[in-house]
């Protein structure tokens, strides 16, 4: 932790990439491990452009979950404290969670790489409206629809589908233009989001990994933060502050 602390004091620009295990004591299921989301729905089958074209209503089963789940949910001590960051060189979170809290606590600068569950779009004639609008017939089991008869579908990026082009290369820019990255909560397996740390490395960033398990990344990172987001963000910003 000490050398963690230090090589953050020594960092003139941080980037931060956070994945669902920052979300967790929020209150929000990941998507891989023991109580995972892909082990009660097969993403394939549900999470996919082709299941949605398929068979809009059964996606709309696994999005009328993550809405609740993420509507609802507040952001904690771990979100606040990369809101602190900023003051001590946090340029962007760049995120892959679609539940918004890094903006619910105050982050300016957020990049949503799998786009966010707060806004729905039309895939017939693209307009968009706000999740919130259509909450009630969500929650009732309904599935939204446009003035222009389609049915609705949230902003998120499904399997199969590119990330939104200018996302992505505004994420790769701060990963390379950073000499520090810390990478909180994702499993690093799914690109191309998990190679976003290893860019940020071969630019020379200094590489911090929070997260309770090892993962893919680990053997690459110069410290491992063994715990919780919710526990070790907040340690290294107190220690930060002295
Ligand atoms: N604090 C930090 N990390 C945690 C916590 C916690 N409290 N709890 C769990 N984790 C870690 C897990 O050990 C795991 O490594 O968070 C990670 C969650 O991994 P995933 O569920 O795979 O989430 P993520 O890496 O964001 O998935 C990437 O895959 O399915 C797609 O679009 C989906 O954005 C998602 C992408």
């Known amino acids: ?17 956070t994945g669902a295990g920052m979300s967790v004591e929020s209150g929000i299921a990941p998507f891989r491990g023991e109580d995972g989301l892909w082990k009660k729905f097969d993403p394939q089958e549900y999470a996919s452009l082709s299941a949605f074209n398929r068979d809009p209503e059964k996606s709309w089963e696994l999005f009328r979950i993550q809405i609740e789940e993420c509507l609802g949910a507040e952001p904690h001590e771990g979100h606040y404290s990369l809101v602190e960051l900023e003051d001590h060189g946090l340029n962007a979170v760049v995120t892959q969670n679609v539940d918004s809290l890094h903006q619910k606590a105050g982050n300016e600068k957020v990049l949503e790489l799998h786009g966010s569950l707060a806004e729905l779009f039309c895939s017939s004639c693209n307009s968009r409206e706000g ?3 259509h909450l009630d017939e969500i ?5 939204p629809h446009c003035g222009c008869g389609s049915m ?3 902003d998120v990026v499904l399997f199969g589908e590119p990330l939104p082009r200018n996302v992505l290369s505004v994420s ?3 990963a ?8 909180v909560g994702t499993s690093a397996v799914v690109q191309p989001a998990a190679s976003i740390p290893t860019l940020a490395k071969r630019t020379g960033s200094v590489l911090i990994e929070i ?5 893919p990344l680990t053997p690459r990172v110069d410290h ?19």
């Open 211 to 215: 997260n309770p398990e090892r993962t």
């Open 152 to 154: 609705f579908r949230p």
């Open 1 to 17: 932790m000490e050398k963690a602390v230090r090589a953050i004091k020594r960092a003139d620009k941080i980037a931060v990439l």
């Open 139 to 143: 929650v009732e089991g309904d599935i």
């Open 131 to 133: 999740t919130e609008d």
């Open 176 to 183: 390379e233009e950073a000499d520090l990255l810390i990478t």
């Open 224 to 242: 491992f933060l063994k715990g919780k987001a919710g526990e070790k963000l907040p340690e290294l910003v107190e220690q930060i502050r002295d």
């Open 172 to 174: 790769q820019r701060e």
